[in-house]
């Protein structure tokens, strides 16, 4: 197959860590027969550097263009005085909104060699962690109206969370597709016994589990979720939830899994174009220093293959080549542990690619 992928470097340790991921695809397009096209895409920073905006409409189109889209990450201290509307982070919520892409998809696994590493108590995490949480991306508090305004003698700040049925529908679909090709459990959490939109996002998430009879769905608050998390993750299946509780709820999973250098994650729409990133940023305190952990990234490009390009042999090839390179001992800085091997991100990437 010819794909062509739009790649966004990035900032901080993005160049370093999509490096070595380019380096892993071209290893699977060697041993597969592919051909993989990388088009650059200047988005964050480097890119209101350059052309004074964190998202060039000429990358946006890059990336609509190409097949998939494998990005490092955005941001650093050197654009922290920027206007809100011109922080690198836009660059990403307009790639989001511009490539459609309405849901995130982030799986957090706990790899059994780094098992020392989770920071629960050993009998909870010995129960294992294998979960996904789907986020709707597009909708909620993020996208609606804010607004400071004088009021009283004081200042006022309002945000504007709004959802409608559609949105709910497309995610909630996501996530019962999901559950059917694992262990076909949801989870959908909200804030109904407060929000307006939690009780829409209630009871649309009910009218579509009528179409997946197989799979059993529970609602859950989401503070309770944030507890059950922490207290037995391994009752967790698919979670599937809002824009603002995802982005919090996701964070609070990977961590459990142990390190934010590991996890990979994905952001579709309705057309097979995604884009796929490692869940953390740009690291700008080991910038530039090779000790970057680049198998959240290399991970990331194993999503791509298996969502994007239904490559699930290739995707397989990546993971199981990971597995083997943690399984021989070697660890970046983030995830070293005693009698284990020290490798910097370049040594990592070659590691992973020698075992493709
Ligand atoms: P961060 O994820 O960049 O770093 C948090 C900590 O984790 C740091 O100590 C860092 O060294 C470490 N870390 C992160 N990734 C690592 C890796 N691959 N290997 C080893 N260690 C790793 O979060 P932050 O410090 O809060 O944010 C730094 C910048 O990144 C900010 O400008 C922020 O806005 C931006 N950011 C971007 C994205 C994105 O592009 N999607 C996401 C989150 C934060």
Redesign the pocket.
């Known amino acids: 197959m010819n794909k062509t992928i739009a790649i966004i470097k990035?900032?901080?340790?993005?160049p370093e860590?999509v490096t070595e991921a380019m380096g892993i695809l071209d290893a699977v397009a060697a041993k597969f027969g592919h051909t993989f096209t990388y088009v650059d895409a200047p988005m964050?920073g480097n890119a209101i550097d350059k052309f004074g905006v964190p998202l060039p409409d000429s990358s946006l189109a890059t990336c609509r263009n190409a097949d998939s889209v494998l990005?490092?990450?955005?941001?650093?201290?050197k654009?922290?005085n920027q206007p809100a509307a011109n922080?690198?982070?836009r660059g990403?919520l307009k790639l989001r909104e511009g490539m459609g892409l309405y849901t995130n998809v982030r799986p957090a696994k706990m790899f059994s060699e780094l098992s020392a590493a989770c920071p629960l108590r050993a009998d909870i995490a010995a129960n294992g962690i294998d979960f996904i949480v789907v986020r709707e991306l597009i909708g909620g508090v993020y996208f609606g109206e804010h607004r400071t305004e004088e009021a009283n003698g004081e200042q006022k700040a309002t945000d504007i969370m709004a959802y409608s049925e559609h949105e709910i529908k497309r995610v909630a679909r996501v996530a019962f597709e999901t559950a059917r090709k694992r262990r076909k459990r949801v989870t959908s959490i909200d804030k109904a016994n407060v929000l307006d939109t939690s009780r829409l996002w209630r009871k649309t998430v009910t009218e579509v589990a009528k179409d997946y009879p197989d799979v059993e769905l529970r609602h859950m608050y989401v503070d309770n979720a944030a507890m059950q998390l922490v207290r037995d993750p391994s009752q967790f299946d698919v979670i599937v939830t809002e824009n603002l509780f995802g982005d919090i709820l996701s964070d609070e999973a990977s961590q459990i899994t142990g390190?934010?250098?590991m996890i990979p994650s994905s952001s579709m729409g309705d057309g097979t174009n995604g884009l796929y990133?490692?869940?953390?940023?740009?690291?700008?305190?080991?910038a530039g220093q090779d000790?970057?952990?680049?198998?959240?990234?290399i991970l990331a490009a194993a999503m791509m293959l298996r969502y994007s390009f239904d490559m699930a042999a290739e995707a397989n090839a990546i993971e199981r080549a990971v597995d083997k390179t943690l399984r021989s001992g070697f660890r970046?800085?983030?995830i070293m542990q005693e009698n284990c091997q020290l490798v910097g991100?370049k040594a990592m990437g070659a590691e992973i690619r020698s075992r493709i």
């Open positions: 990035g900032d901080g340790i993005g860590i964050g990005l490092g990450a955005v941001g650093g201290p654009w922290d922080r690198p982070e990403l390190s934010i250098g990133e490692p869940i953390h940023g740009s690291a700008p305190d080991i000790k970057a952990n680049p198998i959240g990234t970046c800085g983030d991100c």
